[in-house]
């Protein structure tokens, strides 16, 4: 089976020859030789580009003569959940809808984040005793990293 420090290695000496924010969310060898890289990128969006130059680091410092493998590159989606802190971090400022491991969801705007926890502003019209019109109520949330059991960016179209 191919080394994953080994690939890891790899990926990294690109990301730091690129140095224009790439970073790996995800890196899985399967027991076939299958290699899953995902990356994103601190500011903007993950070019094809980015992944070609991944892929190709990755594919010409590997023997396939020694090893058969397949590799696949890719930005990681928006469809799926936050993973690391780097993408928690990068998305600050966002909608975010947060599932927690007790299975209450909370759905905001993601004003702070840290390794440890991260604040999630949330907002509701309430009516005051004595006032005609419901008034917007802000709350903010902070939630210890360990208590998250997802977290996804809300997609807007608006």
Do not use: W
Request: charged content about 35%; glycine content about 6%; aromatic content about 4%.
């Amino acid at each position: 089976m191919i080394s994953k420090k080994l690939v890891q290695e790899l990926i990294d000496e690109r990301i730091a020859e690129l140095d224009n924010g790439l970073f790996v969310v995800s890196l899985t060898i399967s027991a076939s030789n299958v290699i899953k890289v995902e990356l994103d990128k601190h500011d903007g969006n993950v070019a094809v580009m980015d992944c070609m130059s991944v892929s190709r680091n990755v594919e010409h410092n590997l023997d396939r003569e020694q090893q058969d493998f397949e590799i696949s590159v890719s930005s990681a989606g928006l469809d799926q959940g936050l993973r690391v802190f780097a993408q928690y971090k990068k998305n600050v400022g966002r909608e975010v809808r947060v599932k927690l491991k007790e299975g209450e969801k909370l759905e905001g705007k993601m004003i702070a984040a840290t390794p440890e926890e991260i604040t999630i502003q949330t907002s509701r019209k309430e009516r005051i005793e004595g006032k005609k019109k419901k008034e917007t109520i802000i709350e903010n949330h902070v939630i210890n990293m360990e208590n998250v059991a997802e977290t996804k960016i809300v997609i807007s179209f608006k």
